[in-house]
């Protein structure tokens, strides 16, 4: 983590911060998405390939700020 802070420019705390904003934007998504499936604005195997991706970035999304958050 320390070396992207050094890349980046930020610092560690702040970089949790924005990915934090980046985990609310996906559960968000993820709100979003169930009621368009809900509505049959997509069918169930679209909103099955989108949904997994969208776990897969939640999970990553966790697991990078709780180590970002325990490097600080």
Known sequence: MR?????SGIEISKFAF??????????ESDYWLEL????????KKGYQSIINDL???????TS?????KNNT
Do not use: P, R, W
Request: no cysteine.
């Open 36 to 43: 368009l499936h809900q509505s049959n604005y997509i069918d």
């Open 18 to 27: 924005l990915l934090a904003i980046a985990l609310k934007e996906a559960n």
């Open 3 to 7: 070396e992207i802070s050094a890349v």
């Open 55 to 61: 776990e897969e970035i939640l999970k990553l999304l």
């Open 64 to 68: 990078i700020i709780k180590t970002a």
